[in-house]
């Protein structure tokens, strides 16, 4: 399969998330009622953000957006994508975003990966209309991480690894790279045999030795890699049972998580980044809605042409 990201391919994923930024059914809220007043459809809680079965998948799905109508500014798709940011994205909406998110009971609210997108659309967007969302996020970010004493080491949304690498390309602070070496610099023999768990979108050993690469100079980094994971060999591609299965559809976006880590992390794991790519590539169809309102955000992820310091 084609490891490149072409205008042609760029209009298949464009078009996967036009197709859902505004669908608002089906969804899934993850939401703490504190009355009646709460029971209100998607487009009212967070207009914004309601589409793409979730508050997450719809602010990926605007960063994919945003990122492919810049990298394509003049292909067809590109002033859809764009019209589509601009209906959703406006200062009423991120008003109501912003007194969403600082409601009562909403401290935890997309803790840590949908706050991390957030962080990486409001970076790739640069807009004002997005600065207060942008604002209250990132401090609210900033406390968390200070405060946990532990890093998550999960497969899924809760990954610290992950969502700081996210951070740190977007909004680098010496307060997140610090936390990083906190949490992982003297971990050794890294449990990869033991991935992945059933439900896996990343890997946690990747994701580890991902925000690592981005903390420490390339020398400390080879040295500390050698001890983590000294040995790869046995990482291969793995296919969903049922990717009409919101929960096992995660394991098409693992071997695209895991292939642009291989990638970032050593040019010698070329190899088994493009094993991994062409698996996941092949997984995003569109067939699914429970595949399609996300893996082509990381398709594009893995795919993209990256300016300096960006994601």
């Known amino acids: ?63 994919l957006l945003a990122r492919l109508s810049r990298l394509f500014p003049d292909a067809p798709f590109a002033a859809e994508a764009r019209a589509a940011i601009a209906r959703n994205i ?10 969403y998110f ?21 970076a790739e967007l640069r807009s004002p209309v997005l600065e207060p969302l942008e604002r209250a996020v990132l401090v609210r970010f900033s406390e968390w991480i200070q405060k946990l004493p532990y890093p ?15 951070v740190l390309d977007s909004h680098p602070r010496e307060l997140f790279a610090q936390r990083a070496r906190d949490f992982f610099l003297k971990d050794r023999n890294g449990p990869i045999d033991y991935e992945p ?34 040995d790869l060999s046995r990482l291969k591609p793995v296919g969903s049972p049922d990717p ?10 693992l071997n695209l998580s895991r292939a642009w880590m291989l990638r970032n992390i050593s040019p010698t794991l070329l190899p088994p980044a493009e094993e991994h790519a062409t698996a996941g590539l092949k997984a995003v169809t569109g067939e699914h809605y429970e595949g399609a309102h996300w893996l082509a955000t990381f398709a594009v992820y893995l795919l993209q042409k990256p300016r300096a310091n960006s994601p």
Not at 90 to 99: C, D, F, K, Q, S
Not at 102 to 122: C, H, I, K, M, Q
Not at 200 to 224: H, K
Request: charged share 20%.
């Open 197 to 230: 768990s059933g439900e896996d979108f990343l890997s946690p050993c990747l994701a580890e030795a991902d925000v690592m690469r981005r903390v420490l100079d390339r020398d400390q980094f080879a040295g500390w890699f050698s001890e983590f994971l000294p």
């Open 90 to 99: 406006t200062e009423e909406n991120i008003a109501v975003e912003v007194r």
């Open 152 to 166: 998550v080491r999960s497969g899924e949304h809760s990954n610290t690894a992950f969502a700081l690498g996210l």
């Open 1 to 63: 399969m084609d490891l490149e990201l072409t205008e042609a391919l760029a209009a298949q994923f464009a078009r996967l998330a036009l197709n859902c930024v505004t669908r608002e059914y089906p969804s899934k809220i993850a939401h703490t009622m504190q009355s009646d007043g709460d029971a209100l459809p998607p487009r009212l809680l967070t207009p914004a953000f309601y589409g793409c079965y979730d508050w997450h998948s719809a602010v990926h799905g605007h960063w």
């Open 102 to 122: 600082n409601d009562v009971g909403r401290s935890a609210f997309e803790r840590p990966y949908g706050l991390a997108w957030l962080l990486t659309l409001a």
């Open 244 to 253: 009409g299965d919101p929960k096992f559809s995660h394991l098409d976006g």
